[in-house]
C-alpha cells in the first residue's frame, strides 16, 4: 500500500520557520492536495488546499504565514511556515483534497517552543 511521505518538521522557536515536504506515490495526481495538522488533544484540521487550477485555500490561523506550492516535476508539494507560534504545534500531513483515508502517511512533527 502506498502512502504520501512527509518530512520537514522539528523543534523551532517562536517566529521561527520550517519548510515542510510531501512526495506524493509515484503514479497518483497531485491536482488538489491538502495539508493536515493535528495539534495534541484536536481533532485533524486542515490547514492548506491547493486546489485544481491553482486556487489556494488556507485556514485562518495560519494565512498570511504559511503558503502550500507544489513541484509537479518531482511530484511533491511544499508548505512554507513562518512566523510559527506555539499553537502551531502538531504533526503535519498531506494527503489529497479531500483526503483518502488509504493515503495516510506517517506525518512530521512541528514543534513550536521556546
Known amino acids: 500500500q502506498v502512502h504520501f511521505v512527509e518530512a520537514g518538521g522539528g523543534l523551532v522557536r517562536p517566529g521561527g520557520s520550517l519548510r515542510l515536504s510531501c512526495t506524493a506515490p509515484?503514479?497518483?495526481?497531485?491536482?488538489?492536495m491538502g495539508w493536515y495538522r493535528r495539534a495534541p488533544g484536536n481533532e485533524r484540521e486542515t490547514v492548506a488546499r491547493l486546489l485544481i487550477a491553482g486556487t489556494t485555500d488556507y485556514a485562518d490561523s495560519v494565512k498570511g504565514r504559511f503558503t502550500i506550492s507544489t513541484d509537479n516535476a518531482k511530484n511533491a508539494m511544499y508548505l512554507q511556515m513562518n512566523s510559527l507560534q506555539p499553537e502551531d504545534t502538531g504533526v503535519y500531513y498531506c494527503n489529497f483534497w479531500p483526503y483518502d483515508q488509504n493515503y495516510w502517511g506517517q506525518g512530521t512533527q512541528v514543534t513550536v517552543s521556546s
Open positions: 509515484g503514479s497518483v495526481s497531485t491536482d488538489a
